[in-house]
């Protein structure tokens, strides 16, 4: 059974930072690229970042690029992002997802595997 976990969404003022993490089981977390996508209060599910399988490759929302920075430890079965400079808007739901393609993907629907998500507010 493959399972998501992320941890570390919270309150922040803007301008603050917060580092999610996502810790998986079941899969072989290195055969994985990995990506976070948010979503917010009655809109539709966005891409964030996304990592390939080693960690060499990341691409970001132009939303966010300069702001986070999305990592992996294959060791640890865990991809992070960094988030800083944080913004209102930034205000959603963060969830970290697993694609078995060979490399990142921003496409929603190539990733088969999705954490429960974890709530990220920033207050202005």
């Known amino acids: 059974q493959v399972q998501l976990v992320e941890v570390g969404g919270g309150l922040v003022q803007a301008g603050g930072s917060l580092r999610l993490s996502c810790t998986a089981s079941g899969l072989m977390f290195s055969s994985y690229a990995m990506g976070w996508f948010r979503q917010a209060p009655g809109k539709e599910r966005d891409f964030v970042a996304a990592?390939?399988?080693?960690?060499?490759?990341?691409y970001y929302a132009d939303s966010v690029k300069g702001r986070f920075t999305i990592s992996r430890d294959n060791a640890k079965n865990t991809v992070y992002l960094q988030m800083n400079s944080l913004k209102p808007e930034d205000t959603a739901v963060y969830y970290c997802?697993?694609?078995?393609?060979?490399?990142?993907?921003?496409?929603?629907?190539?990733?088969?595997?999705w954490g429960q998500g974890t709530q990220v507010t920033v207050s202005s």
């Open positions: 990592i390939s399988r080693s960690g060499a490759n990341t």
């Open positions: 997802a697993a694609t078995g393609r060979i490399t990142w993907t921003m496409n929603q629907y190539d990733y088969a595997y």
